[in-house]
């Protein structure tokens, strides 16, 4: 189940570690070139480690989800990463962003895996193309998108980030099957909500999750959907 917010608002003011201090060094007196240089860099370094911080504590997210456990808390992820609780709190402003974050981050990792296939192959080389790449895909990300379901009515970035990865998909499709929609005139839209729908991690899910089939039973199941709803075009 996923943490409260109570807790968590309760453990951003509860710990009582703070952020570390830039070390300090000593300067020879007179040296205002170096002086201005310190000032400049400073920032500088204090962004790269706060950038740096923050995708430790994103990974931190993604590595609990993908041992299969439940939605970890505030205090879970702070260990995970190896930092206190209040730095969590320091670079976010509740544990939404945290996962927010975390889905962003798997993103940018997996969703590279989507390419399209060129039209003019046979077809049934590209309906292998899309499922090769979808099996690997939501295998992948299925931990974090458990998570993000979870808080996809409380998370306006969530919703936008499934909206955008649902676009990129059915483009996916629109392109790789160009041929066969161009034929299906009138039923074009009909056709590719169908192919849309066969090839969604929703359907991966029931296959995986609903009905216990394993990644290269369900794929199978994927493809002769996709087969079945083209076969007349």
Do not use: Y
Request: glycine share 6%.
């Amino acid at each position: 189940m996923p943490p409260s917010k109570h807790t968590d608002e309760q453990d951003k003011h509860t710990d009582g570690h703070t952020d570390g201090q830039d070390d300090q060094q000593d300067q020879p007196t007179g040296s205002v070139p170096r002086a201005r240089s310190a000032t400049r860099t400073a920032p500088n370094q204090r962004r790269l480690r706060g950038e740096q911080t923050r995708q430790e504590i994103a990974e931190a997210v993604i590595a609990l989800l993908e041992e299969g456990g439940p939605i970890p808390t505030a205090r879970q992820v702070a260990e995970r990463a190896g930092v206190s609780l209040r730095l969590v709190f320091h670079h976010f402003d509740d544990m939404e962003a945290v996962f927010e974050e975390a889905a962003m981050l798997q993103g940018l990792r997996h969703w590279r895996l989507i390419t399209d296939a060129d039209p003019s192959l046979p077809r049934h080389k590209r309906i292998a193309h899309i499922t090769t790449q979808r099996r690997r895909l939501f295998e992948a990300i299925t931990p974090v998108r458990r998570a993000a379901n979870a808080r996809l009515r409380s998370s306006a970035a969530i919703q936008d980030g499934l909206a955008l990865g649902r676009a990129r998909l059915r483009a996916q499709l629109t392109a790789t099957f160009a041929p066969e929609l161009e034929r299906a005139g009138d039923d074009a839209v009909l056709v590719l909500d169908a192919l849309d729908a066969a090839g969604s991690w929703e359907a991966w899910e029931s296959l995986r999750a609903g009905i216990q089939r394993s990644p290269s039973r369900s794929e199978a199941v994927v493809r002769r959907l996709m087969a079945v709803v083209l076969n007349d075009l």
